[in-house]
């Protein structure tokens, strides 16, 4: 499934951004998403990641410790989206983010597990 990743940019600390990983094709409610960054000189990190369960009609999610209470994972599936919203960034949030689906739905924080990317965006956290 094609993804698109965007949203990324050049934001002060403490600053907020929302980030968007849209699919043209493909229905992303019957994958597993997730989001992941790399910092320059650093290995892709995992960020968050939400499941979906048509059976329930409900969301589940968890985010990585580094980020946990700033950032938050969700997915509107009428527009076959996810997002990432991120409050209180700081200059260690500098990195490219990456969106993935993964089509075994194993809600993991390894980025092998994933199957498709999109081809990431820049946020940049600087004063």
């Known amino acids: 499934v094609p993804l698109q990743a965007s949203g990324g940019g050049l934001v002060q600390p403490g600053g907020s951004l929302r980030l968007s990983c849209a699919a043209s094709?493909?229905?992303?409610?019957?994958?597993?998403m997730g989001w992941f960054r790399q910092a320059p000189g650093k290995e892709r990190e995992f960020v968050a990641t939400?499941?979906?369960?048509?059976?329930?009609?409900?969301?589940?999610?968890y985010v990585a410790d580094s980020v946990k209470g700033r950032f938050t994972i969700f997915r509107d599936n009428g527009k076959n989206t996810v997002y990432l919203q991120m409050n209180s960034l700081k200059p260690e949030d500098t990195a490219v983010y990456y969106c993935?689906?993964?089509?075994?739905?194993?809600?993991?924080?390894?980025?092998?597990?994933?199957?498709?990317w999109g081809q990431g965006t820049l946020v940049t956290v600087s004063s």
């Open positions: 939400i499941s979906w369960s048509g059976w329930s009609g409900r969301a589940t999610y």
């Open positions: 993935a689906a993964d089509r075994t739905r194993s809600s993991s924080a390894d980025w092998y597990k994933y199957d498709y």
């Open positions: 094709q493909g229905t992303l409610s019957n994958y597993d």
